[in-house]
């Protein structure tokens, strides 16, 4: 494998989602390459889990800071199950929303065999079974646990496609596995279950119905000086240009995103449907970098269900740059 720490030097296939291409991306895999593959949230950037030079490349090509923690991507409960110790919580909501886009943070077995890179000496992991038969079938060519974070920059916009990521990561990885948009276009929501249930992170299930599963409501995290989870980095998910969030009109210079009643130059959703704007939302503001907008005004999202995910990424995306 070529060193990942330069810049652009080596090539990165895209493969198609067949048997061929699948094939290839198991065994890049297996050697401690990287490859991209799409989820139903948005497209990871995976490596075998338990090698932590493969690990340490994922922070490399990403210039991620290296106590930021991944989620692992694994294809069942059972091999789940295999990694951490589950609680009653737990498998309330994983038989709840598993496949799909919740991530469970729960304690590390001893013996996992998972790269302490992996959690970032943390005593927990945070795990994940995606729904979507792309993620499904890479995970079950290459037959083992795969750390991803989203195949992005370290605090640029996430991938919700093949392009995305292309043109993000291009020459920094191994290959991307084209599985065409992601159909929730936001990250997964991260629940902590190491005791009472902690929101970790608003995601793509939405608080209501994690609460109705587990019939209790669930807190939220305790301020700590030490971040938890990327809902504490203030600035990520960020476009080049500049961020004014609640906006009804542009003002001079401004692009405006637009969402139900307020039209935009692009829109989330004409129709105010949640479920549409967030399946959409990287790509617009992908689309707006595209463009060149340096003043982006974005419609007020109304803050319910999926909308606390939505305006979660858009605060990140609108807060002060370093
Ligand atoms: O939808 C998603 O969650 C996507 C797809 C690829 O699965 N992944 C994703 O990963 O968003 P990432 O790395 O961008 O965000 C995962 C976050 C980390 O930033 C970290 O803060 C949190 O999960 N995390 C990971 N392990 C944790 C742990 N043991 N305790 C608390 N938070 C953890
Ligand atoms: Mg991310």
């Not at 079938?137 to 795969?146: C, D, I, K, R």
């Not at 290959?175 to 065409?180: E, K, P, S």
């Not at 990327?230 to 210079?253: C, D, E, I, K």
């Amino acid at each position: 494998m070529q060193s990942r720490n330069d810049n652009a030097t080596s090539e990165t296939s895209l493969l198609l989602a067949d048997d061929a291409g699948l094939a290839k991306a198991a065994e890049l895999l297996r050697s401690g390459g990287l490859v991209a593959f799409p989820t139903e949230t948005v497209y990871g950037l995976g490596a075998d889990a338990r090698q932590s030079e493969a690990v340490a490349s994922i922070y490399a090509a990403k210039g991620r800071p290296s106590f930021n923690p991944l989620i692992v991507h694994v294809a069942d409960l059972a091999a789940a199950e295999a990694l951490v110790t589950f609680t009653p919580q737990a498998y309330r909501l994983a038989q709840a929303f598993w496949p799909g886009a919740l991530t469970l943070v729960l304690p590390l077995r001893t013996g996992a065999g998972v790269s302490s890179l992996v959690t970032a000496g943390l005593d927990t992991l945070a795990v994940r079974v995606p729904d979507h038969p792309t993620a499904q079938a890479v995970l079950s060519a290459f037959g083992g646990p795969v750390a991803a974070p989203s195949a992005n920059p370290s605090g640029r916009i996430s991938p919700t496609t093949a392009g995305h990521v292309m043109a993000g990561l291009a020459g920094r990885i191994d290959a991307i596995v084209d599985g065409g948009s992601c159909a929730v276009g936001v990250e997964s929501t991260i629940v902590d279950v190491t005791g009472d249930p902690v929101l970790l992170r608003a995601g793509g299930v939405p608080q209501d119905a994690l609460e109705a599963a587990l019939g209790a409501a669930l807190k939220r995290p305790q301020a700590t000086a030490q971040p938890t989870s990327p809902g504490q980095l203030a600035s990520h998910y960020a476009p080049l240009g500049a961020v004014r969030l609640n906006a009804t009109t542009s003002q001079p210079g401004e692009t405006l995103l637009g969402f139900g009643a307020v039209k935009g130059d692009l829109t989330l959703s004409a129709a105010g449907d949640l479920r549409e704007a967030a399946s959409r939302l990287f790509d617009c503001l992908h689309q707006l970098d595209a463009m060149g907008a340096q003043s982006i005004a974005v419609a007020p999202i109304p803050d319910q269900g999926l909308g606390a995910a939505i305006n979660d990424r858009l605060r990140r995306a609108a807060a002060p740059r370093d």
